[in-house]
């Protein structure tokens, strides 16, 4: 059985066919999915997904693109659904994007310090995104404590040695589609080094679909290709890394 730890099965892509997206999800083994609510937009109808499906988790946040429009009022209002929501099973995703560069990076960092401080107020895990900013993004996990709530480094780009410290804060490293990818040495050399007990697996659809549907919209099921690359680096079964990566999502997300 296959967890898909972040996903945005919400997205306008998915207007046309999300009921049956849903189904094949199921059909392909998908047990478990995290959906993850980034901004105000967002954040509604992925915790209507949860409500509609079973198998459908939340994660709420504020994405480091749009922390310019941050305001207290939303942290209260991520804050309230952390605490009141029973599918709400962390906070983000949450960070810095130095790639993009949508808001000042003063903001994204003050934002980013807000949300690992309401985590910590809530007892849930963050869910981490970096884009080009790994050096400031572990600096700050550690100068705020984030070792106390733990959680995942969402389609890790970085290193081994970044992945190390991350490692060293609790922290589970989640891969996505690009593992799948021919030329993709960094991500394969990085997933041979973490643990098997700290390897998470994700779609982050619709976006970074995986080979052999690249260039294509990426949706849940494809999430088996993402554990086929990764049984292959690690050598190991096919079925030892859908087992071990299931266990894994349930643990940092406190599902039993």
């Given at each position: 059985m296959l967890f898909d730890t972040h996903t945005h099965l919400n997205d306008k892509a998915f207007d046309e066919d999300?009921?049956?997206?849903?189904?094949?999800?199921?059909?392909?083994?998908?047990?478990?999915?995290?959906?993850?609510?980034?901004?105000?937009?967002?954040?509604?109808p992925t915790l209507q997904l949860a409500e509609t499906y079973d198998f459908v988790y939340a994660a709420v946040g504020w994405h480091p693109q749009d922390a310019?429009?941050?305001t207290q009022e939303h942290l209260s209002w991520i804050e309230e659904l952390a605490c009141t929501h029973p599918k709400v099973v962390a906070i983000g995703e949450?960070?810095?994007?130095?790639?993009?560069?949508?808001?000042?990076?003063?903001?994204?960092?003050?934002?980013?310090r807000?949300?690992?401080a309401l985590?910590?107020?809530?007892?849930?895990?963050?869910?981490?995104?970096?884009?080009?900013a790994?050096?400031?993004?572990?600096?700050?996990?550690?100068?705020?404590?984030?070792?106390?709530?733990?959680?995942i480094m969402h389609c890790f780009g970085g290193s081994v040695e970044i992945a190390q410290e991350c490692l060293d804060l609790g922290f589970y490293i989640s891969f996505g589609g690009p593992l799948t990818f021919k030329n993709a040495k960094k991500p394969k050399e990085v997933a041979k080094y973490i643990p098997l007990d700290r390897l998470l697996i994700e779609t982050d659809s619709p976006y970074l679909t995986?080979?052999?549907?690249?260039?294509?919209?990426?949706?849940?099921?494809?999430?088996?290709?993402?554990?086929?690359?990764?049984?292959?680096?690690?050598e190991v079964s096919y079925e030892e890394i859908c087992r071990i990566t299931l266990e894994n999502g349930k643990r940092v997300f406190g599902l039993s």
């Open positions: 999300r009921q049956q997206v849903m189904q094949r999800a199921q059909e392909e083994g998908v047990s478990l999915l995290v959906n993850v609510g980034f901004n105000r937009e967002t954040i509604p310019s429009d941050f949450m960070g810095l994007d130095y790639y993009w560069d949508n808001a000042p990076r003063d903001v994204q960092k003050d934002v980013f807000q949300q690992i985590a910590k107020r809530v007892k849930k895990p963050i869910i981490i995104h970096d884009r080009d790994h050096r400031d993004v572990v600096d700050i996990l550690k100068e705020e404590g984030a070792d106390q709530v733990g959680g995986p080979h052999p549907y690249r260039g294509k919209r990426n949706e849940s099921s494809y999430v088996k290709h993402v554990a086929q690359s990764m049984a292959e680096i690690k």
